[in-house]
Nanobody, 125 residues
């Protein structure tokens, strides 16, 4: 059974930082693509940051490039999203997700079969 558990969300003022964590069990995070997605009320779920198998390739949505950093600790089987210079438009439910097979790069939501429960990030002006 694959489980992904996000943590680290909360409420912050604009400009502040947060670090999200995604702890995986029943799945090795270095085995395939993993990513962070977010969904705000009334909006479609969108990719935020992704990581290819083994973390060799990392990529970001234009809206967060230069502010967010995806990383991993393979020993802890945990993925992170460091979010700096947060903006009110970053407010959303953030999800950790994984592709079940070999993957070099993916922005396709349907590729991601394993999902965490989400962690809420709220950024105030």
């Amino acid at each position: 059974q694959v489980q992904l558990v996000e943590s680290g969300g909360g409420s912050v003022q604009a400009g502040g930082p947060l670090r999200l964590s995604c702890a995986a069990s029943g799945y090795t995070i270095s085995s395939a693509c993993m990513g962070w997605f977010r969904q705000a009320p009334g909006k479609e779920r969108e990719g935020v940051a992704g990581m290819g198998s083994g973390g060799s390739t990392k990529y970001y949505a234009d809206s967060v490039k230069g502010r967010f950093t995806i990383s991993q600790d393979n020993a802890k089987n945990t993925m992170y999203l460091q979010m700096n210079s947060l903006k009110p438009e970053d407010t959303a439910m953030y999800y950790c997700a994984a592709v079940p097979s070999s993957c070099g790069r993916s922005w396709w939501l349907n590729d991601y079969k394993y999902w965490g429960q989400g962690t809420q990030v709220t950024v105030s002006s």
